[in-house]
């Protein structure tokens, strides 16, 4: 089911990055649509599942309630990053850039013996307050933790989750695979497997700045700009037909642009010299 894409080296653009142990793994997007349906997901390809994630849709004694929610499959080794938020437990949603280590927000869930929190959870088509996965629908990172003798790994899953709340799709996961260490969502997910040419989109790069360009008539997209261990520079959306992101203040090193949007994904990686 899964492939690996990138494994303790990356190479891009020529330049080898050896820095982490950072594991990308892509699996063929998931959809589950149906009550009580649930998708499982190895986020740390070791052909072990570590999470089940369910939906409950039109259910409950008027029909009108729908979740969404996860839980670890072996409960006493997997943990997701969320809180307790009223009376039960949310995972929390992250952005890409945003870090997953020890220190991250407890690591806890409801429900014994399977300890599950609530990604989504809606009745009548309105929200529980305390849900992360609300408006706007739009891809989301849950953080998760495996600990096997003594050893943490901390790791990502991608997943969206449908504007009506009657379906999700997970998407891809990646890994730090050495021993407890700091790593951010979304980490090595930008520029990989993703189409790095849109028609229409162009890009340039002068001393200071790098500048995008597309046509006028385009939607709002969002774009990040990272470095190699995955730490976030900028972050923003782009509206107009084209963008110009600043680089004078960036260190010496190799960068990616990445942007998404009803178009598609777009990414590609640049050099800084200073």
């Known amino acids: 089911m899964t492939k690996i894409y990138a ?34 997901v190895d986020f740390n390809n070791d052909s072990v599942k570590d999470l089940r994630f369910t939906l409950m849709r039109d259910t409950g004694s008027t029909g009108l309630m729908s979740v969404v929610y996860v839980s670890p499959l072996d409960s006493a080794r997997i943990q997701v990053a969320g809180q307790k ?6 995972p ?29 959870y809606r009745y009548a088509g309105q929200h529980d307050p305390f849900a992360q996965w609300q408006a706007p629908y739009t891809d989301g990172f849950l953080a998760v933790r495996r600990n096997v003798n003594d050893t943490v790994v901390n790791g990502w899953v991608r997943l969206a989750i449908a504007a009506d709340g009657r379906s999700f799709t997970l998407k891809d ?22 189409n790095r040419s849109l028609a229409g989109y162009t890009w340039a790069q002068s001393p200071d700045r790098i500048r995008l360009v597309r046509a006028q ?10 470095d190699a261990s995955g730490r976030v520079f900028l972050r923003g959306t782009w509206d107009g037909a084209e963008l110009s992101l600043p680089t004078h203040f960036l260190p010496a090193g190799t960068y990616w642009v990445g942007t998404e949007g ?7 990686p640049f050099r800084t010299l200073r």
Do not use: C, K
């Not at 494994?7 to 020529?14: E, M, N, P, R």
């Not at 929390?92 to 990604?119: E, K, M, N």
């Not at 996961?173 to 993703?194: K, N, R, T, Y």
């Open 7 to 40: 494994a303790f080296v990356l190479w891009f653009a020529g330049i080898s990055v050896a820095s982490a142990q950072y594991v990308y793994h892509d699996f063929t997007d998931t959809t589950v649509a149906t009550n009580l349906g649930f998708a499982d």
């Open 85 to 90: 938020r009223g009376s039960y437990y949310y």
């Open 92 to 120: 929390d949603r992250l952005a890409v850039g945003d870090s997953i280590s020890r220190s991250s927000s407890l690591w806890q869930g409801f429900a014994t013996p399977t300890f599950l929190g609530y990604l989504d």
């Open 173 to 194: 996961a990646g890994f730090q695979a050495a021993d407890d260490s700091l790593m951010f969502a979304g980490h090595i997910w930008i520029g990989v497997d993703e």
């Open 217 to 226: 008539t385009q939607h709002p997209r969002s774009f990040v700009v990272v």
């Open 262 to 268: 009803a178009e598609g994904a777009w990414s590609f």
